[in-house]
């Protein structure tokens, strides 16, 4: 009898391991899968290029301000990032440095921070000080709306008269991703 | 006390252990949890996070509660399980009336909006805990083997454990994006 309770209890704790192990392959799967139709292969957007109007968005950023395309300063600046990517890592803090040279204080740069709250956390600390940053997740309104789907990418704007026109990418963090 | 009530209490256990670790667990996800009640909740910045505090703080007693081999705090516990989900289906359902899409952070990180499934994931679990102190108070005469008594014990905790990955679970069996399909 001892002998059967010992094998059931056994057999219960393999369950429950096995059980443990498919859910994180399921997280797994689910972190690397496709996340909807803006991310299957071949459905990219096509990036937003210098000399085209810079379509109208609205957000909130961490400190609780209205963004949107009518209050962003002349030649403003907006860098999108995520925690996720590699080269995001690597240019955080070469983006501080030139967000913090730019004139015109933290208006001038605007900052998208894609990801899970949690782990944007350290870029939102590294950049609040110089710009204005807005946290969404993977595929948010921003990047829907201003056509962004890989990161690092910068949009150079320039408002006059009432239209804002992208002028260009900055060239130090465009470097980095693959030309297209 | 009956083995039903013994699940019960191992599924609740199970479930709000994991959604207090999951809330406080990681840096930030506390942070990330109290923007999500932002959209939910009728009171404004600086209570927002007193909620998510309480929320947090009576999940923690009612796992609390449930463990304590004593009658009246198994009661209790069931009972504040059972308000407690209770005020989530309500909060929820009206959230998904209003069309707020707010991710869902109950068990801390996850993909997916607040929707109908979850109002009836916590409809169901607020009625699962509110048979199970309905259960202790009527005491239904049950046995206490010791063994029965763990694997009604275990069977709750593993259900519980399924609960707050359900989402993942119904992810597996919907299509792919279509265009992947096409």
Known sequence: MAALTSAVVLVGILCVLDLLLTIGVIKKLREYGPAGPARAPGRGMTPLRPGEELPPFTAVSVDG??????LLPDEALIAFLSPNCEPCRAKLPELVAYAAAEPGGRDRTLAIVVGEPEECERFVRELSSVARVVVEPRGGPVCAALRVDAFPATLRVRSDRDRTVVTGHMVDLAREASPR | MNYFAYGV???LTAMFLIAVAGKVGRAGAFSAFTDSLRPLAAVSGSAVRAVALAVVAVEGAV?????????PATLAGLLTATALLAVFTVVIARSVGRGTTVRCRCFGRSAAPLGRAHVIRNGLLASVAGVGAAAVVTGPAGGSDPGMVAVAWCTGAVAGGLVTVVEDLVSLFRPVAPSMTE
């Not at chain 2, 796992?63 to 009658?71: G, K, M, Q």
């Open chain 2, 63 to 71: 796992c609390l509660a449930l463990i304590l081999p004593y009658t």
């Open chain 1, 65 to 70: 301000a209205l963004v949107s395309r009518s």
């Open chain 2, 9 to 11: 209490r191992g599924l």
